[in-house]
């Protein structure tokens, strides 16, 4: 019944998705406590996705206790993580870094470098929240790092993005568009569905430069080389350069 749940809950069914995940609960309590705490999981990111916080917290309380119970490592630092999320919804970034930070130290434990650069990512955009730079800059680099070495390249093209975005807040537009249009190039190898909207914001970019059509067109040209050279080190470098 689970895997019902979770096909409705992936296509957006959250109605029928909890009846599914709730008979699942019903069936499995004494029998499969994995299960359980699955269900319960899936509840409560219902609830999360919809926005009831308070019934998402409960509810991933409930599987946090089933999962630590049964020694689940993946299950517990992905109900930190979820707790985190809610913290980070609710702006209490204290308490983001806090659950994201029990996540990572599980994630690092057993190896699971996927887990680690969205938390990466997300200690990124706390920082650019609190406008502190450098330090947003370094924990997108250390996510970047990660999704390079496990081929995400999805993660990789949106980290690209933030990096531009970051570099633009900080006066250097030129190099910002550069990482932008590599996170354009990047998603549009590999038919992503946000690859009308990088470029969308690539265009509203280069416009505040004043860049034509075949200006684009050569930078687009320009970055894609320099990827292959050294996987967009030099475009980094370059943006958030100290000269």
Do not use: P
């Not at 265009?203 to 990827?227: D, N, P, R």
């Not at 996987?231 to 943006?239: D, K, P, T, V």
């Amino acid at each position: 019944m689970i895997w019902i749940a979770r096909t409705f809950a992936d296509q957006g069914g959250y109605d029928s998705a909890r009846i599914w995940y709730q008979s699942s609960i019903d069936a499995s309590v004494g029998l499969n406590q994995k299960e359980v705490g699955f269900a319960l999981h899936g509840l409560a990111s219902i609830d999360l996705e919809k926005g009831d916080y308070e019934a998402a917290r409960e509810n991933f309380g409930k599987a946090m206790k089933i999962v630590q119970q049964i020694g689940d490592r993946t299950g517990e630092a992905a109900t930190w993580h979820s707790l985190g999320t809610i913290n980070l919804k609710k702006i209490d970034y204290e308490g983001a870094r806090e659950n994201f930070g029990k996540a990572m130290k599980i994630w690092e434990q057993i190896g699971n470098l996927a887990g680690e650069a969205l938390i990466w990512h997300q200690l990124a955009y706390i920082d650019l929240e609190k406008g502190d730079y450098e330090a947003a800059r370094e924990n997108f680099e250390k996510a970047m790092k990660i999704v390079q070495q496990i081929g995400d390249r999805v993660c990789e093209a949106a980290t690209f993005h933030q990096l531009g975005f970051l570099a633009r807040e900080q006066g250097r537009l030129k190099e910002g568009l550069r990482l932008v249009a590599l996170s354009c190039v990047i998603d549009a190898s590999i038919g992503h569905a946000e690859t009308e909207s990088d470029i969308n914001a690539l265009s509203g970019m280069a416009s505040e430069l004043k860049y034509t059509q075949v200006q684009i067109e050569a930078m687009l040209k320009e970055v894609a080389e320099a990827y292959k050279r050294d996987r967009g080190l030099s475009l980094i470098q370059a943006a958030f350069s100290k000269d």
